[in-house]
Each structure stands twice: as C-alpha cells, then as structure tokens.
C-alpha cells in the first residue's frame, strides 16, 4: 500500500486547508489511517488517527476542535480537514495507514506502529 498525499499549501493564519491521503488499493474500512507532521528541526508528530471503527477518531490536544480526519470510503480518500490554522502548524505532513480488522477502535501515536507510508505533502502558515 502506498498512500499518497495532497492539498499542501501556502495560507494565511486563520484560514483553512484540507488534505487527502489518497491509495488505490485504500479501502478505508480495514485501514487504520494517522496524520503527522514534522517541522523543520523538530521530530515528527502525531495529529490525528481514524480506526476502521466508525466514528472512532483522536486528535493531539495541539489541534483538537480545530482539525477534523474523516473517510470516504467511495473515494478511498482519508481527509485531514484543517481550520483557523497557525505558524505552529507549519510542516510536512504525512499519512500512514496499517490494516486493521473492521470494527477495530485501534489507533496509535507512534510512527514505529504504521508500516505504509506516503511522502508526504507540505503546509506553510504565515503571513
């Protein structure tokens, strides 16, 4: 499996962006799916995951209330929908998938634990 992301780009503080975490072979039902980000000089970190549980979603205190991950399974699209967003969230951000039975609630916050990875789609915040 090999996602791929998109939706990057330059925007204001305040303003919105939403990503997608794309693969052909996605079908989002038996996919775990997590965001992360990695800022220059910094170690990468963990947004926001989706299990294949649904409705079951998490978000780093960081971006809770402010960014939203949903699927579409039609689509075979995950989405990482991004609002009043701020120079701290400024970095590349990666999608990274591990399969996972449906139903299943797990998620996590460690790189280590998704073996599929996209390379990732850059997100500058300044004004």
């Known amino acids: 499996l090999q996602p791929v992301e998109s939706g990057g780009a330059l925007v204001q503080p305040g303003e919105s962006l939403t990503l997608s975490c794309e693969a052909s072979?996605?079908?989002?039902?038996?996919?775990?799916v997590a965001w992360f980000r990695q800022a220059p000089g910094k170690d990468r970190e963990w947004v926001s995951c989706?299990?294949?549980?649904?409705?079951?979603?998490q978000h780093a205190d960081s971006v809770k209330g402010r960014f939203t991950i949903s699927r579409s399974k039609p689509k075979h699209i995950v989405y990482l929908l991004m609002t009043s967003l701020q120079p701290d969230d400024t970095g590349v951000y990666f999608c990274?998938?591990?399969?996972?039975?449906?139903?299943?609630?797990?998620?996590?916050?460690?790189?280590?634990?998704?073996?599929?990875w996209g390379r990732g789609t850059q997100v500058t915040v300044s004004s």
């Open positions: 990274a998938a591990k399969w996972r039975p449906y139903g299943s609630d797990w998620c996590s916050l460690a790189p280590a634990d998704f073996p599929s």
């Open positions: 989706i299990s294949t549980n649904p409705g079951s979603t």
């Open positions: 072979q996605f079908n989002v039902d038996v996919y775990a």
